[in-house]
């Protein structure tokens, strides 16, 4: 920084106000919770776009992918110069064959294990850019295609290195095609869980790995080598998945006895969907064996089979997966998984 | 004039937050445009940053990616300059 510019007075992250809101100094504590109320006063609602209709594809094309990704070059340009399209060969960017073949890994989760053509069921193509604008520390999904930051060089490194982040964003797309679960409060953590869900299988299914093998983990490898963290949510055990002197540590619960009130990021869509994602978990290794088949079929039958109000909540969303169980398997082992489940982490299911 | 950023949301769900006060006649410009645009669109996207950028008090918000040249400049660099 230089002296003729601007001069910095003060930074204070926010987890260190949750800090001093626990502070035993009575004053500080009072001081830090007034910013954070205040915090929470500035809400903002989101609302996801329609689902737009589903290009037509020529016969012949049903069932195979069509990528596209495009490079931002560092600029905010969406959604940039195209630099390899479907069937080309491999580029020197690292970055963009990753992000092709997440495309392809998701892609090919929906198709092969539920017979869902792409992320709309009817064979949408699939958009992706990178590098997009400087050190940019996030990924997100933007109505109609997915978006990859360079990381910040700092927290994150390359969101295209783990390949449930791209299929946690493209199954944000899945969902507006589906469930349309609006991106706030309860539904908006639900909105992210079934994300993490069919991101961490993406993943799961990509290795072969079985419920037992799988990490469970959402951006195993995001973190720059200075955090002190492995991953940024842990669906096998919310709120450990890092803990870090200057990101502190992570704030997912694992039970409704936990669930965190907040206004700020969208009702705390990222954080309470430790809950939701904590009960699939649960599900996916009580039953065994590759968490795609059942755990996951499950869960894909609840998102398309029409029953979800767009501001669904968690006891909602439970009693939808303890209804498609029982549409599926009927009274076996399945439902007493998912019932066990909702259970654990202390949502009701009737 | 003191400029505030806050930066919510995004895939991490972590927020970070920087406040500096600012002489530098071209950002001191920048605010003002940025204040004289009001809110921006504050309809968001799925694990989109949202921003309230607050200059003397008074507090304008937008999100990813529909940010307007001004507001990226700013944001960008406040969050820089006062991390």
Redesign the interface.
């Given at each position: 920084m230089t002296p003729q510019t601007s001069a910095f007075c003060s930074i204070v992250p926010p987890h260190l106000l949750e800090h001093l809101a626990r502070s035993s100094n009575p004053a500080v504590a009072a001081a830090a919770r007034r910013t954070l109320v205040a915090d929470a006063a500035a809400r903002t609602f989101r609302v996801l776009p329609l689902p737009g209709a589903a290009p037509t594809l020529a016969p012949g094309d049903a069932g195979k992918p069509h990528r596209t990704v495009h490079d931002c070059a560092r600029g905010t340009d969406l959604p940039g110069t195209k630099v390899r399209g479907e069937g080309e060969e491999a580029v020197a960017d690292a970055t963009v064959n990753r992000a092709y073949a997440g495309l392809g890994a998701t892609f090919d989760l929906f198709l092969n294990a539920y017979g869902h053509d792409s992320i709309d069921g009817s064979g949408l193509p699939l958009i992706a850019s990178v590098h997009y604008d400087e050190n940019y520390g996030n990924a997100f999904w933007n109505g109609e295609q997915m978006v990859f930051g360079d990381g910040d060089d700092e927290i994150f490194l390359d969101f295209t290195l783990p390949v449930d982040v791209i299929g946690h964003e493209l199954a944000h797309g899945f969902t507006q095609y589906t469930a349309n679960l609006e991106y706030f409060s309860q539904s908006g953590a639900l909105n992210e869980s079934v994300s993490d869900v069919f991101g961490s299988l993406v993943k799961q299914y990509a290795l072969d790995q079985s419920a037992e093998q799988a990490d469970w983990l959402i951006g195993e490898g995001l973190f720059h080598p200075n955090v002190e963290g492995t991953a940024l949510r842990s669906m096998k055990a919310p709120g450990t998945a890092y803990d870090d002197d200057v990101l502190g540590k992570d704030p997912q619960p694992g039970h409704m006895d936990d669930y965190v009130r907040t206004g700020r990021d969208n009702g705390g869509v990222h954080i309470n969907s430790g809950i939701p994602n904590h009960a699939f978990y649960l599900v996916a290794t009580e039953l065994g064996g590759k968490a795609w088949e059942r755990a996951g079929q499950i869960w894909y039958d609840v998102m398309t089979g029409g029953t979800l109000a767009p501001e669904t909540r968690f006891d909602e969303f439970a009693a939808a997966t303890v209804a498609a169980t029982r549409a599926r398997y009927g009274e076996g082992e399945e439902i007493q998984a998912v019932l066990k489940a909702w259970t654990a982490v202390g949502v009701p299911t009737d | 004039m003191?400029i505030r950023v806050?930066r919510?949301?995004?895939?991490?769900?972590?927020?970070?937050?920087?406040?500096?006060?600012?002489?530098?006649p071209e950002?001191e410009a920048l605010a003002a445009t940025v204040l004289a645009d009001g809110d921006g669109d504050?309809?968001?996207?799925?694990?989109?940053?949202?921003y309230?950028i607050t200059v003397d008090g008074r507090?304008v918000?937008c999100?990813?990616?529909r940010?307007t040249d001004a507001q990226?400049t700013l944001v960008?660099r406040v969050l820089k300059?006062?991390?």
């Open positions: - | 003191r806050r919510t949301g995004g895939f991490a769900g972590i927020e970070r937050s920087a406040e500096v006060a600012v002489t530098d950002l504050v309809r968001g996207v799925p694990d989109g940053f949202s309230e507090t918000r999100c990813d990616p940010l990226r960008t300059e006062g991390a």
